[in-house]
Nanobody
Framework: QVQLVESGGGLVQPGGSLRLSCTTS????????MGWYRQAPGKQRELVAS???????NYGDSVKGRFTISRDNAKSSVYLQMNSLKPEDTAVYYC????????????????WGQGTQVTVSS
């Protein structure tokens, strides 16, 4: 069974930085779109950033210019470098692995990690 395991969350002061990591088991990583999502209390889960198997990247508007997503296929890992953190970045951050067939838009899988807490506070 494929598992996604996040690490790197914690407490940081406003303006600080954190780096999240997500490692997947199994052999799906290289073919997957990997993403980071977050969910704050009382709010819906939202996309933070995603990176496709071809390396193309998409960011949520609220993190553009501050966060950077990257992937290492050899390590089956995806990373989220978060800089200039703000209190509104406080949330549980989830790693996601997804595969959709382009030919018919059929979702093959959509997998989630357990989440890691990021708290930005002075």
């Amino acid at each position: 069974q494929v598992q996604l395991v996040e690490s790197g969350g914690g407490l940081v002061q406003p303006g600080g930085s954190l780096r999240l990591s997500c490692t997947t088991s199994g052999n799906i990583f290289s073919m997957s779109t990997m993403g980071w999502y977050r969910q704050a209390p009382g709010k819906q889960r939202e996309l933070v950033a995603s990176i496709n198997s071809d390396g193309s990247i998409n960011y949520g508007d609220s993190v553009k210019g501050r966060f950077t997503i990257s992937r290492d296929n050899a390590k089956s890992s995806v990373y989220l470098q978060m800089n200039s953190l703000k209190p509104e970045d406080t949330a549980v951050y989830y790693c996601n692995a997804r595969k959709v067939l382009r030919i018919n838009n059929k979702e093959i899988y959509n997998l989630w990690g357990q989440g890691t807490q990021v708290t930005v506070s002075s």
